[in-house]
């Protein structure tokens, strides 16, 4: 089964600093789904990608996926507290039904 | 915007009790899941249903049942609560028909804790 690995697990930065997410697969990806969580909350949805080489943007957030389709990184720039909460990818698995894996997820704490 | 509730956001139960956890979407999503998540363990899948009265288990589904008998509304039972249960449980839902997209809607989530 296919099985997917957050780095780093939690993540404590600076107002105005950049940071970065990783999220490796153990298998080839068919897409990747980034979202953000606020603790004690559902999961807001924030960007797919699908093709090797894809790399998408909103706001202040750029998410990434490799050649290779089994990795993909999540970039903050300028982080605000307003990003704060917790960053999980998943990725569908080759059956039906749109059954997604997910990984572990990384807590980010951005101090003002 | 599609809108997926959850009945309770925090519940508290006593071992042995029989817990009811339901949730609603209002899109007419053909695909519905209950997830539980723990800390440093993510979202696991306990179960997903692809249509009314159609249900498959997820990776975790012991301990837990499910009822779909309208397409809005997947119910997720717990016949025996047990504490192993005390859990954050988070229901989505995904449209099927003409969509290439796996993106699942979430619910805001029931606080379970078993005593």
Redesign the interface.
């Known amino acids: 089964s296919q099985e997917?690995e957050?780095s780093p697990?939690s993540l404590i930065v600076q107002e105005g600093k950049n940071l970065t997410i990783n999220c490796t697969s153990s298998k080839t990806l068919y897409?990747l789904?980034w979202?953000k969580q606020k603790y004690?909350?559902?999961?807001?949805?924030l960007m797919?990608l699908q093709k090797g080489g894809e790399e998408k943007s909103h706001e202040k957030i750029t998410a990434k996926l490799d050649e290779k389709k089994q990795q993909s990184s999540l970039h903050i720039t300028a982080s605000q507290p307003s990003h704060a909460g917790i960053y999980?990818c998943?990725a569908?698995t080759r059956s039906?039904?749109?059954?997604?894996t997910?990984?572990?997820?990384t807590i980010l704490t951005v101090h003002p | 915007d599609v809108k997926?509730t959850q009945s309770s956001r925090y519940l508290v139960k006593r071992t042995g009790e029989k817990v009811f956890l339901e949730c609603v979407q209002d899109m007419d999503h053909e695909?519905m899941?209950w997830?539980r998540q723990d800390p440093?363990?993510?979202?696991?899948?306990i179960y997903?249903s692809?249509d009314v009265k159609m249900k498959?288990k997820?990776d975790i589904p012991e301990g837990y049942s499910v009822s779909r008998e309208k397409k809005e509304r997947f119910s997720l039972i717990l016949e025996s609560a047990s504490t192993n249960q005390t859990s954050?449980y988070?229901c989505?839902s995904?449209l099927?028909a003409g969509d290439n997209?796996?993106?699942?809607?979430?619910?805001?989530?029931t606080?379970l804790t078993v005593t």
């Open positions: 997917l957050q697990q897409g789904y979202y004690g909350e559902g999961l807001i949805f797919m999980l998943g569908p039906s039904y749109g059954k997604l997910f990984g572990q997820g | 997926v695909n899941f997830y440093g363990l993510g979202l696991r899948l997903f692809y498959e997820g954050m988070l989505a995904r099927l997209s796996y993106e699942q809607y979430f619910g805001p989530g606080r």
